[in-house]
């Protein structure tokens, strides 16, 4: 069975770290590009960062870039997003999600972050709350 899992979420102070996990299970992860989006209540979901496979090219949206920093183990089958200096518009439920469209293995810097019809195998997703 296919499946992936997200963990690690949780609430911080402005300014605070956080270290979330995707386990992937069911499948080969060095076949698949990975990527975290994120989804705020009344907001469209939004690609925060994407690994290749391979190369493990990676990419950032705009709003995180310098802050966070993703990464992927796959002996372990895990895919990681370490935020720091979290801030007040970071709060969401953080989804991790396979390509599996077009060139599965990469992550392409136009179209990563907007075509989520490109990705499958979304976990649950992970609260984040960022609050004093």
């Known amino acids: 069975q296919v499946q992936l899992v997200e963990s690690g979420g949780g609430r911080v102070q402005p300014g605070g770290s956080l270290r979330l996990s995707c386990a992937a299970s069911?499948?080969?992860?060095?076949?698949?590009?990975i990527a975290w989006f994120r989804q705020a209540p009344g907001k469209e979901r939004e690609g925060v960062s994407c690994?290749?496979?391979?190369?493990?090219?990676?990419f950032y949206g705009g709003s995180v870039k310098g802050r966070f920093t993703i990464s992927r183990d796959n002996t372990k089958k895990t895919v990681t997003l370490q935020m720091n200096n979290l801030q007040p518009e970071d709060p969401a439920v953080y989804y991790c999600?396979?390509?599996?469209?077009?060139?599965?293995?990469?992550?392409?810097?136009?179209?990563?972050?907007?075509?989520?019809?490109?990705?499958?195998?979304w976990g649950q997703g992970t609260q984040v709350t960022v609050s004093s």
């Open positions: 999600a396979r390509k599996v469209q077009g060139q599965r293995t990469y992550c392409y810097p136009s179209t990563w972050y907007r075509q989520l019809s490109d990705y499958g195998s």
């Open positions: 069911g499948f080969t992860l060095d076949d698949y590009a």
């Open positions: 690994i290749s496979s391979g190369d493990g090219t990676r």
